[in-house]
């Protein structure tokens, strides 16, 4: 077994732009579910809609600000959409919307009938659209080793753009950080731990709820744009395990934490290529073939999610008295 | 306490409705051993480390085999024509990999039929020795878009014959197959209404029994299953183990599947979801051990099986004319079995003890446990009967889609919602309601908007009634907020 290889690779997954996106997806979730309590199930539809919002409208020839701000306005329509009928209903509701929601976007998105726009399943390809974004980066071409790690300065999966992508997850963080302390991320906490309580206090509970949804699918559209920049916009890659996978990572690390999520996605994906290239080198062929050691990875995932919702639901870095889980 | 004549009569009633679903599985093989055909009379092509093969069925737009239209292959091996048989199913062995152009002689098509997607003829096929690909050419009225896009399948992808439709990387059996194999489009004509709403009734009244289960489930315990579509996968697969594998008649597979379908319910309360209401975990809590189920087991099944789509029964199925509307006897079959489980579980309901005790559990189960009903017994008991109902659901869609694969139950799940919500979560006649009218919706929006889009009317559908009637249809208006 080689074991440089494979802790070189545990350990480039750790800075991975995936991982960056997912941390980012989960601090969004984060304000939904941590802070307020919703039970938000659609974050895929999200990052989808930031991506595609982001990807067409560089592909139309709008500059790169242009087509953030398009993301951006299609994730808050999204969340407006998703909140006025359901937000007053009981949170498995929500729960339904959302996830019924994702996935009308992702089947609109891989129709034949919009192959001009979004170019159906097959997605679009991420050269179409990554030039503006790559143009803005500072460093020279070419390619730059740090310590065992070796990628390209500014093309697809750069350290441009590692370095865009923790910088937008350190910004997040800030973000939850300063909200938690501030009297509307109090009043959050409040309507996750008795809704009536802070109504009776006044407070309109439905447009608190309403904003908080917007700010967190914000940042999951964002985090759908760091996912697919170095990669391609496909809708398939980014159905409902897509959303599991995030709500996994922020159980990991712990909900209505600042750091949870960023250490949840971290640990999922590194520990995740620890198992599959212990696997894959130490499982022979006639055992398990090299798909199957990909699917086990995901069934570990799956049990995961299961044993720490039931032993542990207040993750790695959470606190058990502000145990988020249980508020409708 | 329970009187023994009760638990003697609560016995009975359950021991009834289980020789009742297996009375009529026992139809099945007997409906289905006569619509088998004779089978092709063209030796098929088998893929060998020599051989590759490229083939396909044709289909005409009522989903009748397509015979004797002719093919020419063309690419490294030289050329040959090949004619479609009796099922429609065609196959052309070459002898090297590489890229095959296949032309379909359109002068040779049945009267009346034409291409779907005119500018796909011909079309090149990748294929590699010891594997086979498919070239799929859906008939049909022309459409602007044309909606067969996709190539041929890559080649280690086992192209679904019996499906004119299929898309080739076989992922998404639930979206992207139509049953009926007919086109989106075209202009809207009665015969094309009545097609299309027959279809929506066959697929509501199984998604009814993959549904009921769910809505019992949330009626007696409040939980939110989203593994519920894994038990839908859980009895087609099995099916699929028992037809393909350990080559049962289908009547055996099928009423095993089901009792083993009850047995995971069963065998899941005991040892995961009582356990977890005894600790007091809360619904949220659950809901998400529902979903970590759910990625497990999805992927559990794609760890044996793989990804591609697999057929219960590789024949293809004979079709009947009621009417002006075209089925196959597998879809009239499925209907009257659905019918008739679903008859039997209403009665279930109503006229026996142990289901108006279930009844009372799902309106108010702390009364329910006051007036002396065991309400863990009615939950385990509606955990099996909702398992193994969602099982013969499995099944059932698995011959009526002609195909299975892991992911069915997953991309069914939300319709299932969609219904359950509609008719009124917890209630079971909702669950009924609700489900064939999503079953009618998802097939009659193929008349209007493109049919890889027809899932999300239904979503959307979901959506709007929460707008409007939360309660849904049957529900009865309450405080839910």
Not at chain 1, 276 to 294: F, G, H, L
Not at chain 2, 457 to 466: E, R, S
């Amino acid at each position: 077994m080689d074991w440089t290889r494979i802790l070189t690779n545990v350990f480039g997954e750790l800075l991975a732009p995936t991982t960056a996106a997912y941390a980012l997806a989960a601090v969004g979730l984060n304000i939904h579910f941590g802070l307020t309590g919703l039970l938000n199930f659609g974050q895929a539809g999200f990052m989808l809609l930031g991506a595609y919002g982001f990807a067409i409208s560089t592909i139309a020839g709008l500059p790169i600000w242009a087509a953030l701000l398009v993301a951006i306005a299609c994730s808050v329509v999204f969340a407006l959409i998703l909140g006025i009928p359901t937000l007053k209903l009981r949170g498995d509701y929500l729960a339904i919307v959302t996830i019924a929601a994702a996935e009308i976007v992702r089947i609109v998105g891989r129709s034949t009938a919009l192959t001009d726009l979004t170019g159906a399943s097959s997605g679009l390809r991420g050269n179409s659209y990554k030039e503006s974004f790559q143009a803005l980066s500072p460093f020279p071409d070419g390619t730059t080793d740090i310590g065992p790690l070796s990628y390209s300065n500014n093309a697809s999966n750069s350290w441009w753009i590692r370095l865009v992508g923790w910088a937008l997850v350190a910004l997040a963080c800030l973000l939850v950080w300063r909200l938690t302390n501030s009297p509307w991320g109090r009043v959050l906490k409040g309507i996750r731990e008795d809704e009536d309580a802070v109504r009776s206090l006044g407070k309109n509970v439905y447009a608190y709820k309403m904003q908080a949804l917007v700010l967190g699918g914000v940042i999951g559209a964002v985090a759908g744009i760091v996912y697919v920049l170095p990669r391609a916009v496909q809708p398939d890659s980014m159905g409902r395990p897509m959303t599991f996978f995030v709500w996994t990572i922020l159980l990991l690390g712990g909900a209505a934490t600042v750091w949870g999520p960023v250490l949840g996605s971290m640990i999922f994906w590194a520990a995740l290529m620890l198992i599959k290239s212990v696997m894959r080198s130490t499982v022979p062929d006639t055992v398990m073939r090299t798909e199957q050691i990909e699917q086990f990875g995901w069934i570990v995932v799956g049990v995961t999610l299961m044993m720490l919702v039931i032993f542990r639901p207040q993750g790695l870095l959470g606190d058990k008295k502000e145990l988020a889980i249980n508020v409708r | 306490m329970r009187p023994p004549a009760t638990m003697d009569r609560s016995r009975a009633a359950r021991q009834g409705l289980l020789a009742l679903l297996l009375a009529l599985l026992a139809c099945l093989p007997l409906v289905l051993g006569s619509a088998s055909p004779a089978g092709a009379t063209t030796t098929p092509c088998a893929a060998d480390p020599e051989t590759a093969c490229i083939n396909g069925t044709l289909r005409t737009a009522a989903g009748a085999p397509a015979v004797g239209v002719t093919l020419t292959v063309e690419g490294p091996a030289g050329a040959s024509t090949v004619t479609s048989g009796p099922d429609g199913r065609w196959s052309a062995a070459v002898t090297e990999a590489g890229d095959y152009t296949v032309t379909l002689q359109e002068e040779s098509l049945p009267a009346g039929e034409t291409l779907r997607d005119p500018a796909n003829n011909p079309r090149t096929v990748t294929v590699e020795l010891g594997s086979s690909g498919a070239a799929l050419f859906p008939l049909g009225t022309p459409t602007a878009g044309g909606s067969g896009g996709s190539g041929g399948s890559g080649p280690a992808a086992t192209p679904a014959p019996g499906d004119s439709s299929a898309d080739p990387e076989g992922a998404e059996p639930g979206v992207d197959t139509t049953a009926t194999g007919s086109s989106s489009g075209g202009s809207i004509t009665w015969g094309r209404v009545a097609q299309q709403a027959t279809a929506g009734l066959v697929f509501g009244s199984l998604l009814a029994l993959a549904s009921i289960g769910l809505s019992l489930i949330f009626g007696t315990t409040g939980l939110s299953n989203f593994a519920h579509g894994e038990q839908v996968t859980l009895g087609g697969i099995l099916a699929y183990v028992g037809v393909q594998t350990l080559h049962l008649p289908l009547l055996v597979a099928g009423a095993l599947a089901v009792a083993l379908a009850g047995l995971s319910g069963y065998v899941q309360d005991r040892f995961l979801w009582h356990p977890l209401r005894r600790r007091r975990v809360g619904m949220t809590q659950q809901l998400i051990v529902t979903i970590g189920l759910a990625i497990a087991l999805q992927y559990t099944y794609q760890f044996f099986f793989g990804a591609s789509s697999l057929r219960i029964v590789t024949t293809s199925p004979e079709t009947v004319r009621l009417g002006p509307v075209f089925l196959t006897q597998q879809s009239v079959i499925s209907m009257v079995i659905a019918a008739l489980v679903l008859g039997g579980v209403a009665y279930f309901l109503v006229g026996t003890r142990t289901g108006r005790a279930t009844r009372a559990v799902s309106d108010n189960p702390a009364l329910a446990a006051a007036s002396g009903i065991s309400v863990d017994r009615i939950i385990r008991l509606v955990w099996t009967v909702g398992a193994a109902l969602a099982g013969l659901g499995g099944v059932l869609m698995g011959l009526y889609l002609n195909a299975t694969a892991w992911n069915m139950g997953g991309t069914l799940l939300l319709l299932m919602f969609a219904a359950v919500t509609l008719g009124g979560l917890g209630t079971a006649f909702g669950a009924l309601v609700g489900s064939l009218v999503i079953g009618l919706v998802v097939e009659m929006s193929n008349l209007v908007i493109p049919s890889d889009m027809r899932y999300a009317g239904a979503l959307v559908i979901l959506i709007v009634i929460l707008l409007f009637r939360p309660q849904g249809i049957l529900g009865r208006a309450e405080r839910i907020g």
